[in-house]
């Protein structure tokens, strides 16, 4: 895909041999492009020919509310987000945003772009996966419990994307190895991620969290879904060992102490299309080097972290924000999403 013209030149002028030189130019760039944002390896669990139908890019069913009765999002605030992307990606001026900015603007009925960084194919995905999750929870006869656990990995973001590739590919491992090692048998979910910012109150401006290197700001993905109950209980110990505690959060293992009731939102949540920069203010360093916080607040994005954010999503591949754990999506007779414990197929 180029920004370039059709223009019609004449055969043999100049104009026209300029023309197919800058054409060739930007061929090879996108393929460059192409190459370097190629996804970091096969979603597991998910079904190659998979795709996402075209009812769940529109305003229909499911329908959900959060527990705040907030609505989710909606087709046209969507394509508000990708307009707003479009822009920002276009403004970062690389041929890697250029190349993203192309793609995602082509992504219309029939033609979806499947990128994670475009906000309708992330919403759409979002929407199959709750209708597909919650068909497989209905046909479910153990309990079921929700975990959020923070991954190990921190991405400090950078102009390296084959450095970036790397860290990508271990978000992606780290919670199917960990679930391997302590006996999780399945487990579905999503890839979430915020931009983490630190700061100290106005009482405490020499404080090591405003000034320290140790504290700057960082992407910190997260992966939130649901598993058997019994079996995510018995192995959090296990969890909590291989997912510590950090600096700046206690809390990296969190598995809900009630088994789950169905609500759509809590499945939608996994999958939730927006994200936030967080703002940290920490008081103080307790025992363990660890830092009690004293408010924390979720803003917007700034441009150059939603730019970075964006590329790295469309790394993760078509579909890569689903964690799909000893189970597989993929599409029924009908063509509708459909998600199965491997162990049953
Ligand atoms: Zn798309």
């Known amino acids: ?10 055969p043999g002028t100049r104009q026209a041999r300029l023309h197919q030189v800058a054409s060739t130019k930007l061929v090879q760039a996108d393929m460059e492009a192409a190459h370097s944002l190629r996804p970091v390896s096969p979603v597991r669990g998910l079904h190659p020919d998979f795709l996402i139908a075209e009812h769940f890019y ?33 403004k970062a001026d690389t041929h890697l945003c250029s190349y993203l900015a192309n793609l995602i603007e082509g992504c219309r009925p029939g033609h979806r772009c499947r990128s994670e960084a475009c906000s309708h194919c992330r919403r759409a995905s979002q929407r199959a996966y709750v209708h597909a999750a919650s068909r497989l929870h209905k046909q479910s006869d153990a309990p079921w419990a929700a975990f959020c656990i923070i991954l190990n990995t921190h991405i400090r973001g950078g102009s390296d994307i084959e ?19 302590v006996g999780v048998s399945w487990a579905i979910g999503g890839f979430d991620v915020s931009y983490n910012v630190f700061g100290s109150s106005a009482n405490h401006k020499d404080h090591p969290a405003a000034t320290s290197g140790k504290f700057q700001p960082f ?34 293992v969190r598995i809900s102490p009630r088994p789950f009731d169905g609500h759509l939102a809590s499945l939608a949540y996994a999958m939730k299309p927006d994200f936030c920069r967080r703002f940290t203010i920490l008081a103080h360093e307790s025992e363990g080097g660890i830092w009690e916080r004293q408010d924390s607040r979720d803003k917007p994005l700034r441009v150059s972290e939603r ?26 007779k009908s063509g509708d999403p459909v998600i199965r414990l491997i162990s049953e197929t």
């Not at 895909?1 to 004449?10: F, L, Q, T, V």
């Open 307 to 332: 730019v970075l954010l964006a590329l790295m999503l469309h790394l993760l591949g078509p579909g890569g924000r689903f964690f799909l754990h000893g189970t597989e999506l993929k599409n029924d």
């Open 163 to 181: 450095h970036t590739r790397r860290l990508m590919r271990q978000v992606t491992n780290e919670p199917h190895a960990a679930f391997e090692n």
């Open 58 to 90: 529109q305003d229909g069913p499911p329908y959900w509310t959060d527990r705040a009765g907030r609505l989710p999002q909606t087709a046209e605030e969507a394509e508000a987000a990708r307009r707003n992307l479009v822009r920002n990606l276009r």
């Open 219 to 252: 992407f910190h993905f997260h992966v939130y879904g649901h598993a058997p109950f019994h079996e995510l209980h018995a192995a959090k110990p296990l969890l909590k060992e291989m997912f510590p505690a950090t600096k700046t959060n206690k809390n990296t």
């Open 1 to 10: 895909m180029s920004n370039i013209d059709n223009k019609k030149c004449r």
